[in-house]
């Protein structure tokens, strides 16, 4: 059987090409009609020619389909003959990335726990650090207590009874000229007045308590490091403070001690005979007698300047009672002019040489006589030539005499203070008119005032 395979085509055919591909002439009468646009398909058979045609579509298919099915066979063969190795290779795949996974998941989880670990510390050493400030804190408080008790036994005599004020001058005024002649002004300029009682005044900015609370520590920002570091920085400024506050308590403990030794010593007093008078006291005092220790050799730096500066007071204080009874004040509140010294003068009623037992200051009738040191009162009456006149014992042998008085404002036995008023100036007595008579006298001796004055004055004007 023979099959021909005829095309029809839409474009016209050369004339050669007709030639050649014409049909037997026996066969025109057999020709079946070829339709267009497709490819048929032409055999001959024992019935005759057959044809068969297909359009350009269903070429197509056709074709894709071998094509598909072709790749379809090779990437079926391909996979029989490479599945082993391509399983291989996905299994070592998957087993690499769980491998990567559990790596990772490991050092995180180190991570974590050396995290967790370092919180663990740091919560330890802040817990450690707070624990130390609070215990920091309750001893600067304590320590406190004790400047403020220090301040306050540097600033309060105990020649004096506890919570009284000690009395002052009043204030003096303003310096004027005085003649040349044997007029004398004793009185310090006005801003150097002073008493002679301690004026060891504590440092303001440390006897004031610091406030802080570790409560009040923020626990977002800042960092509760940065916190802290501050909080112990303050306290160590507190420390800071209080030491200082020691440290210039003491300094002018001892610098008042040697102004008032410097002061006995150019009264010509012993101290050791003084040391041993009786202290006199307002109010009983008593109590078992407990001695300070000495501080250890582990004792911190503050429990031995608190130590040292309880010495220091307990120097001061013996010396500033000893000075509270020497006759260092001004006998009258006003300017201390001197009318007639101490000493040989001529009399002025008979006006002949005689010796003057005091000094006379010029003041007006009425002015107030004060006592000049603490003491008692042993004579309060008229005494000859003396007039009205009060006399005090400060002991240690030493008295003093106010006389001339217009009136008498203490009765015997009475203890007076300092600057305590005794009584009026007057012209009562051997006297040619108003004025103060004023004498210092040690084991009844009368001895030159003027040297107790400028004593007083000295120490005074020192401060």
């Not at 920091?136 to 004020?165: D, F, K, Y």
């Not at 800042?222 to 570091?229: G, L």
């Not at 407990?290 to 300047?305: G, K, N």
Request: with cysteine; proline share 7%.
């Amino acid at each position: 059987m023979q099959c021909l395979v005829r095309v029809r085509n839409r474009s016209p055919m050369s004339r050669n090409d007709r030639l050649h591909h014409a049909p037997p002439a026996h066969d025109a009468s057999r020709r079946a009609p070829i339709p267009k646009g497709s490819i048929t398909f032409v055999w001959r058979s024992k019935a005759g020619l057959k044809s068969a045609s297909l359009s350009y579509l269903a070429c197509g298919a056709l074709g894709g389909l071998t094509v598909a099915l072709g790749i379809w066979g090779a990437a079926v063969s391909s996979y029989l003959v490479f599945k082993d190795d391509i399983l291989s290779g996905l299994m070592n795949r998957q087993a690499a990335v769980q491998y990567a996974y559990e790596d990772r998941i490991r050092d995180l989880r180190a991570q974590l726990d050396r995290f967790t670990s370092r919180q663990m510390v740091d919560q330890s050493e802040v817990e450690r650090r707070v624990d130390q400030i609070a215990r920091r804190q309750a001893i600067l408080e304590s320590r406190q207590s004790i400047v403020a008790s220090m301040s306050e036994a540097a600033g309060s005599p105990r020649g004096r009874p506890a919570g009284q004020p000690a009395a002052s001058p009043p204030p003096l005024p303003e310096a004027r000229p005085l003649p040349v002649g044997d007029t004398l002004r004793l009185a310090p300029p006005v801003e150097r007045q002073s008493r002679l009682e301690s004026r060891v005044q504590p440092v303001r900015a440390a006897t004031e308590a610091p406030h802080f609370r570790l409560a009040s520590l923020p626990s977002a920002a800042p960092p509760k490091a940065d916190v802290i570091a501050r909080v112990e920085q303050s306290l160590e400024q507190v420390e800071l403070a209080q030491q200082t506050e020691l440290q210039t308590l003491e300094t002018r403990a001892e610098r008042q001690a040697r102004r008032i030794r410097a002061v006995l010593t150019d009264l010509g007093l012993d101290q050791a005979r003084l040391a041993q008078a009786p202290e006199r006291s307002a109010g009983g005092t008593g109590g078992p007698f407990l001695p300070i220790a000495e501080p250890r050799a582990e004792a911190s730096p503050f429990e031995r300047q608190v130590f040292r500066l309880q010495a220091v007071i307990r120097d001061h204080d013996r010396l500033n009672r000893l000075a509270a009874t020497i006759p260092l004040g001004r006998p009258h509140a006003g300017d201390l002019e001197q009318s007639s010294g101490f000493g040989p003068r001529l009399d002025p009623f008979l006006r002949t040489w005689a010796m003057h037992s005091g000094i006379d200051f010029r003041a007006a009738t009425g002015e107030a006589a004060r006592a000049t040191a603490a003491g008692k009162v042993t004579h309060a009456s008229t005494m000859g030539g003396y007039g009205l006149m009060v006399e005090l014992d400060h002991g240690n042998g030493i008295s003093t005499r106010y006389a001339h008085l217009s009136r008498i404002d203490v009765s015997v036995g009475d203890m007076v203070r300092a600057n305590h008023r005794v009584g009026r100036v007057g012209s009562t007595g051997r006297s040619t008119g108003p004025h103060l008579h004023y004498e210092t006298r040690i084991n009844g001796e009368a001895v030159d005032p003027l040297r107790f004055l400028r004593a007083g004055l000295r120490l005074a004007s020192a401060e």
